[in-house]
């Protein structure tokens, strides 16, 4: 409960930020800022190992990947030629796609649900 609590909390501080950095409505806002914490805590899983992703791509389709940021999971010759800013998109997520070889991304308003493999 504790950890809801805690991610109840997170929203509503992202949300009252972009508030008062945009100008943007309340509403818009919370619906802003959920979508950017649920990112986040994807990243973070990301980061530790292997998770079940769906998102609705850019034409529509709605699809599922086995994602991952774990550089330990990524074959070598595939690992990022120059280091990544990580604040640069705060809106994309790019990941490695474990089934398809190949670097991926996804934004925050397209994230349906994931899962930890």
């Known amino acids: 409960m504790k950890a809801l609590s805690n991610f109840r909390l997170l929203v509503m501080q992202e949300a009252w930020n972009l508030v008062k950095e945009t100008g943007i409505s309340m509403a818009q806002a919370l619906k802003d800022a959920w979508a950017l914490v649920k990112l986040q805590a994807l990243k973070a899983l990301m980061k530790l190992g292997a998770v079940l992703v ?28 120059h280091p990544a800013r990580e604040n640069q998109y705060i809106w994309v997520l790019p990941f490695f796609d474990l089934d398809n070889q190949a670097w991926r991304s996804l934004k925050a308003e397209s994230l349906i649900s994931f899962s930890v493999l």
């Open 54 to 81: 769906t998102f609705r791509k850019v034409d529509g389709a709605v699809t599922t990947r086995k994602a991952t940021r774990n550089m330990d999971l990524v074959p070598t010759e595939k690992h990022p030629k």
